[in-house]
C-alpha cells in the first residue's frame, strides 16, 4: 500500500492474554518505529528497527513487550500478559533510514487496544 | 524530553493565517525542525521540516529565525478541518537509535473556529 498499514485497527482482549499487533511499513523504508499513545496522553516511544535489528528498545516498558521485524518489512508488537494500563493506542511509524537529510518519519493510523 | 517549547493551546477564525510559534533554544547545527500534527484519533501527520532556510509546501509555510532558536508554523486559511494538535519536533540528521527517533512534547492545541 502507498502508506503505512497497521492491524488490527481495533483489539479487546481479557486482562492476561497475549496480544500481537501488525504494522506494514510503506514499500523500501528500512527503518521502523513503534510509539504508544494512552488516552489523553503524549506520544511514547517505545522501540526502532534498522532493518531486522533493533538497535534502539529502551523505550519498550517492561518484558512483557517485545517486538520483531523479519524480512526488513512487516514488524509484530507483542504484549504479553496484558494489562489494564496496557491500553492505549498503538502507533507504527517508518521512513527510508539513510542518513540523507530530512529522512521523513511517516506514521500509519494506530491499533487502538483496550484491556478489559 | 521534548527539546521544543509551543503554547498549550491558541484559537484561529476560520479562512483566517493561523501562526503557531515554537522556541527551540537550544538545537544543535546538525538538527531540523518538523511539524507534525494530529486530529483526534488518527496517527500523527507530517507537515513540513526545515533546517535553515523557510519552506513551503501545500499544507503550511514554516519560518525559521536567522538564529534558529525559533519557528512559526504558518497555515495560510484556516479551516475547521485544521482543528488539531500540532507538534514542533527537533530531530538530529545523524540517524540511527534514538537519535533519529522522534520525540513529542505537548503541542499546540489549535482550534479553528467558524
Known amino acids: 500500500g502507498a502508506g503505512v498499514s497497521q492491524s488490527p485497527s481495533n483489539k479487546v482482549t481479557e486482562k492476561g492474554k497475549d496480544v500481537e499487533l501488525r504494522c506494514d511499513p510503506i514499500?523500501?523504508?528500512?527503518?521502523l518505529y513503534w510509539y504508544r499513545q494512552s488516552l489523553g496522553q503524549g506520544l511514547e516511544f517505545l522501540i526502532y528497527?534498522?532493518?531486522?535489528?533493533?538497535?534502539?528498545k529502551s523505550g519498550l516498558p517492561s518484558d512483557r513487550f517485545s517486538a520483531e521485524r523479519t524480512g526488513g518489512s512487516v514488524s509484530t508488537l507483542t504484549i504479553q500478559r496484558t494489562q489494564q494500563e496496557d491500553s492505549a493506542v498503538y502507533l507504527c511509524?517508518?521512513?527510508?533510514?539513510?542518513?540523507?537529510?530530512?529522512?521523513?518519519?511517516?506514521f500509519g493510523e494506530g491499533s487502538w487496544l483496550t484491556v478489559v | 524530553d521534548a527539546k521544543t517549547t509551543q503554547p498549550t493551546s491558541m484559537d484561529c477564525a476560520e479562512g483566517r493565517a493561523a501562526n503557531l510559534p515554537c522556541n527551540h533554544s537550544?538545537?544543535?547545527?546538525?538538527?531540523?525542525v518538523y511539524w507534525y500534527r494530529q486530529i483526534h484519533s488518527q496517527g500523527p501527520q507530517y507537515i513540513i521540516h526545515?533546517?535553515?532556510n523557510n519552506e513551503t509546501n501545500e499544507m503550511a509555510s514554516l519560518i525559521i529565525t536567522e538564529d534558529r532558536k525559533s519557528s512559526t508554523l504558518i497555515l495560510p486559511h484556516a479551516t475547521l478541518r485544521d482543528t488539531a494538535v500540532y507538534y514542533c519536533?527537533?530531530?538530529?540528521?545523524?540517524?540511527?537509535?534514538?537519535?533519529?527517533?522522534?520525540?513529542f512534547g505537548k503541542g499546540t492545541k489549535l482550534s479553528v473556529k467558524p
Open positions: 511509524a517508518s521512513s527510508l533510514g539513510t542518513r540523507l537529510s530530512g529522512n521523513t518519519i511517516y
Open positions: 514499500s523500501g523504508h528500512t527503518a
Open positions: 528497527f534498522q532493518g531486522n535489528s533493533a538497535p534502539d
Open positions: 537550544t538545537i544543535s547545527g546538525n538538527e531540523y
Open positions: 526545515g533546517l535553515k
Open positions: 519536533i527537533v530531530r538530529g540528521m545523524n540517524y540511527g537509535g534514538s537519535q533519529g527517533n522522534l520525540i
